[in-house]
Structure formats: C-alpha cells, structure tokens
C-alpha cells in the first residue's frame, strides 16, 4: 500500500510548512493517474498518519488527473478515467498517456489574527 | 455568536516524494562516480526474481563485480539464496514497506565496498505498482513479469510498464503450458510504451539470459565510460 508512504511523507512536509501555531484546514495535491493512487485508501492512510499530530482533522483534497486516450485512426483525443477504452470511430486500441505527477498544490491554513490574515493576503 | 473562523490558502509547489527524492539524486551521484551501473528489479511475488538473479550472477561470475541489494518484508531467505553467487549481499527487511524507499538504498551501499563494484543489483519487494513511483538512484528500472501471472499484467501495471527501462517476460519455458497469450501482452505494452527492450528469459532453462545478460554489461561499460 503506496498510499501510507506516500500521506506520511506529504504529512511530513505540511508539517514542516505549516505556520506555527495556525490550524491546517485543507490540504491540496495533485496526482497523475500513472501513480495509480486510490484516492479512498488514501484519505484513510492520511487519517491514520495525522489522527494524532497537529493535523488531525485536516481534509485532503486530491486533483486525480485522468488519462488522455489519442485515437491513432480518427485522431481524436479525449480524457479518461481508465487507460483502455475503445474510440467512438470503433478504433480498439487508442493510445493511452498519464503523467506521473504528485504534487502539493497548497494548504488551507486558520487565521490566529487579522495581521495574520493580512500579511497572508499580501503574499 | 461566533464568527466562523477566517482561513487562508497558502499555495506551495513541491513534489510529495521530494524528500526521497533528493536521496535519490544524491546515491545516483555517488553511483555515476563510481562507474557503478544500478538497475532497479520490479516485479510480482512469485515472477521469479531471486531465481533469474541467482542465475544472472552466475552468469556474471569471473566477468563482472556485482554486488545486491535484496529488499524483502521480513525474512533473510533472498539474501541468503544470492550469497551462494555473490560475496557482496545486503539484505534490507522493510518490515511492513512494501517499497524500497532510497534512505533504505543509502544506509545499505554504506555495508558494501563500493570500489570492488561495477555493477549494483537492487531486488525490490515483490510489487508491481508500489515501488515504481519511489527513485532509488538506480540508472535503470526493470520491469519483470512471468507467463504464469497472466496475460493483462502489463495492461493492470500502466506506471511499470512506462517508467521501465526494459521489460523481462520471465519463465517463458512454461509458456506452452499456461494460457499466456503473448500477442495481448505485447499490444498492451506496446500501446503504453512504444520503445521499452522487451526480452524472453527463463532462469531454469537459462533461455533469453545472454540477451539479457549483454544488455546490463553494456550498461556496465557505458555507467564506466561516463
């Protein structure tokens, strides 16, 4: 199970970003859908790594990025969830393509204070 | 009442296996210093790695200095069986990982005299789909799958099949005698990676392992050239 080693290594970094003292809400990222992540294993095994740290509570949200299917007989292009699927046109065997991207996007952080909230704002 | 609490969104680009990554980059380093030629052995429990490195060092014996990484959950038993064909084995038990992360890749080539080596064997845990997104610092992947796993392997393992760089259909002795059929394998890889070396072995009968074989030392003369 990639998942674990993967939310504890992203658990690791939102903790080293996190400003002190400021609740994480949210965390963002992105995943190609070469890497094959589970996005339901994965919200468990976060749950699992944070329930006892500062991060308890915090919801991943994932970006799963689908596959883009190009049709070597029409031509046409188009995303799916699944590498393998037949073309419109009846062609069988598009050619599948993902990225293998897995990415922190951000994180959604509490407010302690408006000078807080301002100096946020003007990043 | 309450006001709901403000939050802000902070917005951060960085990779999630960085931290591995940047182990990673920094074995490759000391690897391609070296002159050391690491591949990266993925594939099933069962498709037969252990064997087909049994029979690779064999065949290596007296024309390579190959050393092993072994990386197993919990027992010694890989390790062992591959000390019988190489002095230099180092057997990494992941307990529950069921990848080989590069931190585990760095403390174990720490056990090795790395200047009797030329060529590093890295057996990763039997797993198709975890240990392809975790860099080791190895220079190739290679992918291994057996006629007895079935045919829709490649097709079930998209990430392997694309990130490796060259792919073994092991135990192809059996092939007669299990319903492989080899022309869906290979359309299957073929539509996710048009160009990947595609190689027959069998460690029991010893078919294919010239050819794969040639292919890791001109690897090796190419890691020392450099």
């Known amino acids: 199970m990639h998942e674990?080693?993967?939310?504890?290594?992203?658990?690791?970094?939102i903790l080293r970003h996190a400003p002190a003292g400021r609740r994480v809400r949210e965390v963002e990222i992105t995943v190609g859908a070469l890497r094959g992540l589970e996005p339901e294993a994965m919200k468990m095994c976060w749950e699992a790594v944070t329930h006892d740290t500062s991060l308890a509570g915090s919801v991943l949200?994932?970006?799963?990025r689908p596959w883009t299917l190009t049709c070597p007989a029409c031509g046409r292009a188009w995303e799916s969830p699944v590498p393998f699927a037949e073309c419109t046109c009846g062609e069988a065997s598009p050619r599948p393509t993902a990225g293998d991207e897995l990415d922190l996007v951000s994180m959604t952080v509490d407010d302690d204070d408006d000078a807080a909230a301002a100096e946020a704002e003007t990043r | 009442m309450n006001e709901p609490v403000k939050s802000t969104r902070i917005p951060i680009v960085e990779r999630v296996l960085e931290a591995n990554d940047q182990l990673a980059a920094t074995v490759r380093t000391d690897l391609e210093r070296r002159g050391i030629f690491a591949v990266d052995i993925i594939g099933a429990p069962g498709s037969g790695k252990t064997a087909l490195l049994e029979a690779t060092l064999r065949a290596l014996?007296?024309?390579?200095?190959?050393?092993?990484?072994?990386?197993?959950?919990?027992?010694?038993?890989?390790?062992?069986?591959?000390?019988?064909?190489?002095?230099?084995?180092?057997?990494?038990?992941?307990?529950?990982?069921?990848?080989?992360?590069?931190g585990q890749v760095r403390d174990a080539l720490a056990q090795?005299?790395?200047?009797?080596?030329?060529?590093?064997?890295?057996?990763?845990?039997?797993?198709?789909?975890?240990?392809?997104?975790?860099?080791?610092?190895?220079?190739?992947?290679?992918?291994?799958?057996?006629?007895?796993?079935?045919?829709?392997?490649?097709?079930?393992?998209p990430y392997l099949v694309q990130a490796a760089d060259v792919l073994l259909l092991n135990?192809?002795?059996?092939?007669?005698?299990?319903?492989?059929?080899r022309s869906v394998f290979e359309a299957d890889v073929r539509l996710l990676n048009a160009t990947v070396p595609m190689l027959d072995v069998s460690s029991t009968t010893g078919e294919g392992l010239d050819g794969w074989v040639a292919w890791l030392e001109r690897g090796a003369d190419s890691a020392r050239g450099s």
Request: aromatic share 6%; net charge negative.
């Open chain 1, 4 to 13: 674990f080693s993967i939310a504890e290594a992203l658990a690791t970094q």
């Open chain 1, 61 to 64: 949200v994932m970006d799963m």
């Open chain 2, 61 to 102: 014996k007296g024309r390579r200095r190959p050393a092993v990484l072994v990386g197993d959950l919990a027992t010694r038993r890989d390790g062992d069986r591959l000390a019988k064909w190489c002095d230099q084995v180092v057997q990494i038990s992941t307990g529950q990982g069921c990848h080989l992360e590069a």
């Open chain 2, 112 to 157: 090795v005299d790395l200047t009797r080596v030329d060529l590093l064997l890295i057996e990763n845990v039997g797993n198709l789909i975890c240990p392809v997104g975790f860099d080791l610092g190895q220079a190739a992947k290679v992918g291994v799958f057996a006629v007895t796993d079935g045919d829709d392997k490649a097709a079930k393992h």
């Open chain 2, 171 to 181: 135990k192809i002795d059996l092939l007669p005698y299990v319903p492989f059929d």
